[in-house]
């Protein structure tokens, strides 16, 4: 019979520099807290307090089609289709997330939601029943680019 080995394998100077970073770590969160330090700032609050102004902004409505596409009634104007194979993953996923959001508060899909371009080049998409906001910036051009053609007016492309 062999003898069985138990030792630890993971080094001991391992351990200690995992320790002291988890200790650090926590010792950070306790300091940011305890000195009321404020999150970082958000898009919303950094428009509001340097005045961004709104330059364009559309209500819409989204339904999805059983071929896979998108239909968006943009309130006041001709409705838009966005095709199946045509960014529809992006617009699709950004609108399952703020239905997700509706569907916990009870809330169903007549509200229309805003998106609204700013004077700083901001996209956000909100929802005035829920509060929530998505910035679509962040999502990279082409991602954008789904979003920012529907503040288009007149025929649907």
Known sequence: MSAHSHENTVPRGA?????????????????????????????????????????????LRFFDQADGGVLIE??????????????????????????????MRGIGNEPPFTLTAWADGGLSLSDPSTGR????????NDNRAAFAALLQRGPAK
Do not use: C, H, K, W
Request: charged residues 20%.
């Open 133 to 140: 906001i998505v910035e679509l910036n962040g999502f990279g």
């Open 74 to 103: 943009r309130i006041g104007d001709t409705p838009a289709v966005i095709e199946p194979g045509q960014q529809t993953g992006f617009v699709r996923g950004v609108m399952r997330g703020m239905a997700r959001d509706r569907r």
């Open 15 to 59: 351990l200690m520099m995992v320790a002291v970073l988890v200790g650090l770590a926590l010792a950070m969160t306790a300091a940011f807290r305890l000195a009321q330090m404020p999150p970082t700032a958000s898009p919303v609050l950094e428009r509001a307090a340097a005045g961004v102004a709104a330059i364009d902004s559309r209500s």
